[in-house]
């Protein structure tokens, strides 16, 4: 979120996270014609474990964490173009002092039933964007939940903010998901997570008087329905399969620009181009605490992907359709190459802000990896390895 979108009152250094399966393959066909079963082993003792087990039995090892852009954020420890000099604490070269790319600069997480990509763009100094993505097996399936968070740059530490309320939110909802909670109440209760979390990064210090802040916007995809919540100006939208004209915007803007546009005193395209156009009405903050945000549950009546994405994005393109055009049919086969798509084309288009990128199949579990003998995203188990491309 660039400084113009305060609340109201380059090239980039990539690393990607990807799962590694523990299973052995399935070996035999169950009587009365059932799918094969899939063996898999915990990636800490390598003891049996089993679809649906979120925890090893034996070392309690979480088997299907979430994954969070966040945890690459670490700067590099010596500058590229000054090889002898140091780097100091803060990231900076003390010979050329140039800001050293961290890894959160560019991060490509997938799992089978969710992906995507988070990136610094070309005129920011630093990724203030962050995502959380996770899947579990719900009582009726397979569940994918997201959620992204951006940062806003005028507040304090929106970097910190965005990652802090992103893996607050998750654990939340991947919690809800596990033990078959309500998804609406769950959805509110990761927001007010979220804000405690940027309470405590406020602290009482002189960081409550410019409080860390960010936008929300989280989903939860079961193979009936989606669980939005938002607050702020990152969307979520329909993209359906069939065809790109059936897309839409599944979230309403909480900005001085959709407020001018519900009034009719300005168009969508006059308001986003308006002095005050990106300034959001609606975060999550200390400065924030009272703020209700926005649930709905949206049941697809066909293929298709949930998309969420920061302003990063949608900045440059914030027609539905036109945004279908460019991520399907790899949205629904291939997430993670629609997400780096998409954010190749903010690039492309000028890069002015930090963007990120995340597609959920719709119905989950309907995509599996080239190979997985399993019925079900039984790769989504195991290792969850960070190393840079």
Not at 30 to 53: F, I, K, M, S, Y
Not at 218 to 244: E, F, H, I, K, P
Not at 266 to 283: C, K, N, R
């Amino acid at each position: 979120m660039t400084a113009d979108d305060a609340p109201a009152a380059s090239s980039t250094t990539a690393a990607s996270s990807t799962t590694a399966a523990s299973s052995t393959a399935a070996s035999s066909t169950v009587a009365g014609g059932e799918p094969p079963t899939v063996e898999l082993r915990c990636p800490n003792c390598g003891q049996p474990v089993w679809v649906g087990d979120n925890f090893c039995e034996s070392c309690s090892t979480e088997l299907a964490p979430a994954l969070l852009s966040g945890d690459r954020a670490r700067p590099l420890a010596h500058c590229p173009t000054c090889p002898d000099a140091s780097v100091s604490p803060e990231g900076y070269c003390e010979n050329c002092g140039h800001k050293m790319p961290s890894g959160n600069d560019h991060v490509e997480l997938e799992l089978d039933l969710v992906a995507g990509v988070t990136d610094r763009g070309l005129r920011h100094p630093r990724n203030e964007d962050a995502m959380a993505l996770a899947s579990a097996l719900g009582s009726g399936g397979p569940v994918a939940l997201a959620v992204v968070c951006d940062g806003v740059s005028t507040s304090t530490n929106p970097d910190e903010a965005s990652q802090a309320a992103s893996q607050s939110a998750v654990q939340v909802l991947l919690t809800a998901v596990r033990n078959g909670g309500d998804l609406a109440q769950a959805s509110a209760k990761a927001v007010r997570a979220a804000q405690q979390a940027l309470n405590e990064l406020a602290g009482s210090g002189q960081a409550r008087f410019n409080a860390p802040s960010a936008t929300f916007v989280s989903a939860v995809v079961t193979v009936a329905q989606v669980t939005l919540c938002w607050l702020g100006d990152s969307r979520a939208y329909w993209m359906d399969a069939s065809t790109a004209a059936g897309s839409r915007q599944l979230t309403v803007d909480d900005s001085v620009a959709q407020e001018l546009v519900a009034r009719g005193v300005l168009s969508e395209a006059e308001a986003l181009a308006s002095p005050q156009g990106h300034v959001v009405t609606g975060w999550i903050g200390a400065d924030a605490a009272e703020a209700e945000p926005h649930v709905c549950t949206f049941a697809p009546e066909g293929p298709g992907a949930v998309l969420l994405c920061s302003d990063g994005l949608w900045n440059y393109q914030p027609d539905a359709a036109g945004l279908a055009e460019l991520a399907l049919p790899g949205a629904v086969s291939d997430p993670l190459g629609a997400s780096v798509a998409l954010v190749n084309f903010a690039l492309k288009a000028g890069g002015g802000d930090n963007i990120t990128v995340v597609f959920i199949p719709f119905p989950p579990g309907t995509r599996t990896r080239e190979g997985d003998t399993s019925q079900l995203a039984v790769t989504d188990i195991g290792d969850r390895s960070h190393e840079p491309v």
